[in-house]
Structures are given as structure tokens and as C-alpha cells.
């Protein structure tokens, strides 16, 4: 069983069930004396609606839980309730969250019997042969990598077992038929085609865990079964791959993915995007694979992952970071490419302060707007997580997740903390999430406004404003963790009363900072920057209703034709960005606007890399193929 931490139309892909389920069929002895089925959850359901879905049909005997953060409490719940259906079966966890928690887990959730220790492909398997040979399950011994309860409840955890070191090992969830990948009209049942070309991490910084893989050796998949993976989403017609590596563009076999990648959409017209988690450090590699994919019009969102500018907090997350030159060398070369990128940064790292963040913040938005700023969460088995006295950390669990939120620590206190958790909210809603897209440079440029200014404004204007949009957001932003983040991006992209309210804001409280003669400018600036948001057409909204579709190399959009504004904004905008003197004068012009059809899964998530696939652009900025073929493009990033 798995849930995402989304509630969106679409499902989020449940690979790690499909690996223990393709592994475990691997032995002929488990696949004909069982019968393995997996049930995945959107975020957002009940724990009733669960349990119904679950056991309406029957109970099964094992039921194996793959447990993060987000909904290890649901879980402990439907284990509770799998022991009264059925006493003797066995409950299963598994997953960063849980593994070598075994104490923990079994004092919070007595009725789990087992937690996986590490990588859970073989242990599992192995587990359910001993259940097969029936072997007690308190007497779990033999088999490495788990912890279990003995039959006076100790507990017992059995020794480490190596990484997995040849990946082929693995069977492929994709090319066995362990997934589902179509729904009941045989359309892609997901909202995104996850994969896995490596597993490992060489890195240890201080906040991560990466499945117990940190400071590992990286080991790949064999590129014959990549190829043939990525040949089954080119005939389902999949938009986007997310290649859930450590570092991709690390390792030369990158290149030869993305090559694969490329050649499996000239075959079939898909996948048009890759979404990854970029190396930090870049390589050559990582250079021959951003031409690469501009040449083919391939698209993705270029990570900057510096998470901190500060020296201080970089030390104690021993963590080597680029060079200040090198990134800004870096953001500039993929402009000149005529590529976006985006950075991350982490609020609350030890050594950091509201001063060394908010510095670091407004020198990154000069070469990019869209930051992802994320809440330091102290996560098992992290180096933070073991050394929270050494640093000061003071914490809370989270009210509907299993997280720990740092409150205060030797370089921020709670005041600060509080003070911050608001910035970030709004930057994570309207910046990050793109929201707000085009008005940053000419604001910083033509007013000297940076960006974490104009979203101080607006967290200030919303916190005082008597409006019903207002309230609403206060309501949302004053929800500890992703729920209410979730309830204010869809609201801002969904919901007809945003824009009203946004209207309202930019009169009242950004305008009066503006000189006379640039307030015509950056008026129409941001009317084009709500106008390009995405068309939304769910929960029976009529936007876009009047737009006719055009196709464009298989993809549908939505278009607004001759669009007409008094300044030429795209080409401003674009001007500004690059840090170059564009003619700023009034010339009546118009374009035809294009949005690409199918947003409302990405804009009722908090995934901002899959939002901006569908942020209105003119023609010519949509992505050009090798032989002039247009693809779909992105917004900025």
C-alpha cells in the first residue's frame, strides 16, 4: 500500500510498490503461492475511505505499508484496524521514515510486526518465503535488514544487510506488469512516469537521508532496461519523466539516458519533459546534457540545489557548495542557452540567520524568480536528527504528519523562526509556485523593489486586508505543513476570487511605490503575468471555455488570439531578465497566447517543476525541435 501527499486528480506513481511486488514474483514459489495486489491513495482521503477500499472485499493475510512522514499516522491506523479484521495476519512497514525507527515504531503502532531496515527489495522477498515455510513471525532471525518483536514483545533487529550492489537484481515494475499503468479507458493512469537510472548518493549532508544511501557508491540500472522502460511511456503517450536520482547529470550514463530518452520521443512524439534532482556540482556532463536537450527541444527545470549561501550553515551541513561565481556563471551560461533554471534554498539550518537567508534569497532571485524555499525538517536517521543537542535544535511534531519542525536553534530563535515561516509561505505560493511570474525583474529593475520585498508586502497587505480571499489565506498559511500550502497555491490558480484579490493588493499597496512614469508599464506587466497563469478547467469552472485548441505536435492548448497590450511585454520581460536596456516605450501590439490543456492536476498540487508546463507563452517561445518541429515550452523558471 501507498498514499502521495498530493490530493489531485491524477495519482501519484506507487514505484516502490511495484519494485517489492516485481521482486517478490521473481520466485516462483511466492508467485504461485500468493497473490500480491498493491492499492494506492491519493493525499487528502479519510482513513475510512481507506479501510472501506481496503477491506470491503476481503482481508489479506500480510499488508505492507510503504511509510513516509505524510502518512505514517494513517497507516498505524489502518494497521489498528487490519488487527481486528484479522488478529494472526502480519502488518508490514517500510520506507525512509520508518526504517531503523524499529523502537519508535513498535511504541507508537504495536500492531506492525515487522520494519524493514534499509532497501526492502530482497528482505522483502525473503520475508515472505519465511511466511510461506511458516516461519513465526517472532521468529525472524535468520533474514537480515529488519526489526521485529520477539513473542515477549522485545525487540529484536537482525543484522544489516548490504546495499543492493547489482541493480539488475531488481525486476523491472514496468516491463514485468508489477504496475498498473493505464486506467480503465487505457489512457496513463499517473501524473507523472517515475524511474530510477541509479540508486546512491556520494554526499552527506546533514539534513538528508536518501533511503540510507548517502555516502554510498552510485550504482546504475543497466541502460537495455532504461531504453526499454522508456519505450513502454513513448506508446502510452507520457508528458513527463522524473528520473528519481540523487544527482543526475553526475555520472556519464546520464548523457546516454537522456539520449535515449530524446530518441524514444522521435519515435513516438513522448515523453516532451524531464523533471530530476540535478547534481549540485555540475559536471561536464551535466553541460553536454543541457545542449543535448536543447538542441532536441527537451524540456526540464534546471536545479540549482545551493540550498544556503552561508558559509557557516554551509560548514555544518558538511556540505561542499559551488562557488559564488560558479552558479552565477552557470545561471547566466543557460540564459545565454536560452534556458531557465531554478535554485532551492532551506530556511533554518543551523549557523543561519534572517539576515545571511534573506541575502542570499534576493541575490539568487537577480538571476532566477522561482526559488523553492523549504522548511528545515528534522528527518530520522539525518545527522541533524542525532545531533540535535550538539546544535540546539528545539522541535514540534507535526499536527497531521510524523515530521519534526524545527522551532529554534543557536543561531534563530522562536520569534525569528515565526517571523521567517510566514516569508516562506508567500514565496513558496507566489514565486516558487509561479504565481507570480514576469513582474520580479522589472519591479527589481524599473522600481528597486527585490523580490523578497514585493512578497513581504504582500504577506503584510494579506495579514491587515478585510477581504474574503484574504481570509481565506490567513486560514490556510496558518497550517503547519503542506495542507495549507496546497489550499492557497490551488486557490490562487483555481479559484476567480485570487485574481480579484491580487487586483486589489497591487492598487493599494504596490502601486503607491511606483514612479509616474513606470506605472502604465508595470500595470500591463502584471495584468500579462495573471493573464498567462494556467487555464484551469475542473470542479466545472468555465475558464477558457470561449478558447479554441489548437494542436501542436500532439499537444493539446487552449488559445487566446491577438492578445493586445500597449507595450510589447514578452520582449521587455525577456529584456530585463538578461539584464539588458529594452526599449520600454508604449507600441501597441498583439499575440496569440498558448496554454497547454490538461493543468488540473499540476495546479491543485505543490509540485511547481509540473505547474509551469502549463503557464501561458506566445508561439515563438514554445520549445523548437532539431528539425524546427515546436514542442511545448515552459514558463519562467
Known amino acids: ?144 535488514g529488519l526489526s521485529y518483536q520477539s513473542a515477549d514483545r522485545t525487540v529484536v533487529t537482525t543484522e544489516e544487510r548490504d546495499r543492493i550492489d547489482d541493480l539488475e537484481v531488481i525486476p523491472s515494475p514496468f516491463l514485468t506488469g508489477a504496475l498498473d499503468l493505464t486506467d480503465a479507458d487505457g489512457r496513463f493512469r499517473y501524473d507523472v512516469a517515475l524511474m530510477e537510472t541509479n540508486r546512491g548518493c556520494p554526499y552527506k549532508c546533514s539534513f538528508c537521508y536518501w533511503g540510507g544511501a548517502t555516502g554510498q557508491k552510485v550504482r546504475a540500472f543497466p541502460m537495455d532496461r532504461l531504453r526499454a522502460e522508456l519505450e513502454v511511456f513513448g506508446k502510452l503517450g507520457v508528458h513527463t519523466v522524473v528520473a528519481c536520482d540523487a544527482n543526475f547529470g553526475m555520472l556519464p550514463a546520464d548523457y546516454d539516458f537522456v539520449e535515449a530518452l530524446i530518441q524514444t520521443r522521435e519515435k513516438y512524439g513522448f515523453p516532451r519533459a524531464l523533471e530530476t534532482s540535478w547534481a549540485k556540482n555540475k559536471s561536464k556532463t551535466f553541460y553536454r546534457i543541457v545542449r543535448l536537450m536543447k538542441e532536441a527541444g527537451m524540456k526540464s527545470s534546471f536545479t540549482l540545489a545551493l540550498q544556503t549561501l552561508n558559509d557557516s550553515a554551509l560548514v555544518k551541513m558538511r556540505r561542499r557548495n559551488m562557488k559564488v561565481n560558479d552558479w552565477e556563471d552557470l545561471t547566466t551560461w543557460l540564459a545565454g542557452e536560452g534556458l531557465d533554471c531554478y535554485a532551492e534554498l532551506i530556511w533554518g539550518a543551523p549557523g543561519e540567520t534572517i539576515e545571511s537567508f534573506m541575502d542570499g534569497y534576493d541575490r539568487l532571485a537577480e538571476h532566477m524568480s522561482r526559488i523553492a524555499v523549504y522548511p528545515m525538517l528534522l528527518l530520522p536517521n539525518t545527522d541533524y536528527f542525532e545531533k540535535k543537542e550538539q546544535f540546539g535544535i528545539k522541535s514540534v511534531r507535526g499536527d497531521h504528519d510524523d515530521f519534526e519542525y524545527i522551532l529554534a536553534h543557536e543561531t534563530m530563535t522562536f520569534a525569528e523562526n515565526q517571523h521567517m515561516q510566514k516569508f516562506l509561505f508567500w514565496a513558496r505560493v507566489i514565486a516558487e509556485n509561479a504565481v507570480l511570474r514576469h513582474i520580479w525583474a522589472p519591479l527589481r529593475r524599473l522600481a528597486g523593489l527585490p523580490q523578497s520585498k514585493v512578497l513581504l508586502n504582500l504577506e503584510g497587505w494579506i495579514a491587515a486586508a478585510d477581504d474574503p480571499a484574504a481570509d481565506f489565506l490567513r486560514g490556510a498559511q496558518a497550517k503547519l505543513g503542506t495542507d495549507g500550502l496546497g489550499e492557497a497555491i490551488k486557490f490562487m490558480f483555481t479559484d476567480p476570487d485570487a485574481e480579484r484579490m491580487l487586483n486589489r493588493w497591487w492598487a493599494e499597496s504596490v502601486r503607491p511605490l511606483l514612479s509616474a512614469d513606470r506605472v502604465a508599464l508595470l500595470d500591463e506587466v502584471f495584468w500579462y503575468d495573471l493573464l498567462t497563469r494556467p487555464v484551469y478547467r475542473g470542479d466545472g469552472a468555465a475558464d477558457g471555455a470561449e478558447l479554441e485548441i489548437e494542436s501542436v505536435h500532439g499537444d493539446d492548448y487552449y488559445v487566446r488570439r491577438a492578445v493586445a497590450m500597449r507595450h510589447d511585454i514578452p520582449a521587455i520581460v525577456a529584456g530585463l531578465r538578461a539584464g539588458q536596456d529594452p526599449d520600454l516605450s508604449a507600441r501597441d501590439c498583439a499575440v496569440d497566447l498558448y496554454y497547454r490543456v490538461g493543468s488540473e492536476s499540476a495546479v491543485t498540487s505543490t509540485n511547481h517543476e509540473i505547474v509551469v508546463h502549463y503557464m501561458g507563452l506566445p508561439r515563438h517561445e514554445l520549445a523548437q525541435g532539431p528539425t524546427g518541429r515546436t514542442f511545448s515550452g515552459h514558463g519562467q523558471g
Open 1 to 144: 500500500m501507498q498514499q502521495g501527499v498530493w490530493e489531485m486528480p491524477l495519482e501519484s506513481m506507487p514505484l516502490a510498490a511495484g519494485y517489492l511486488k516485481a521482486s517478490a514474483n521473481a520466485d516462483d514459489e511466492i508467485r504461485n503461492g500468493m497473490d500480491i495486489e498493491i492499492r494506492n491513495f491519493r493525499g487528502g482521503v479519510t482513513n475510512a475511505h481507506m479501510a472501506n477500499a481496503l477491506f470491503t472485499e476481503g482481508v489479506p493475510d500480510i499488508i505492507a505499508f510503504s511509510v513516509l512522514g505524510w502518512n505514517v499516522n494513517a497507516f498505524g491506523a489502518l494497521a489498528a484496524t487490519f488487527k481486528q479484521l484479522n488478529p494472526d495476519g502480519w502488518v508490514v512497514f517500510g520506507g525512509n521514515h520508518v526504517t531503523s525507527q524499529g523502537n519508535r515504531v513498535f511504541r507508537m503502532f504495536p500492531e506492525v510486526d515487522v520494519v524493514i531496515n534499509g532497501e526492502g527489495e530482497l528482505t522483502f522477498r525473503e520475508l515472505l518465503s519465511a511466511y510461506l515455510a511458516g516461519t513465526s513471525k517472532h521468529d525472524l532471525g535468520a533474514i537480515p
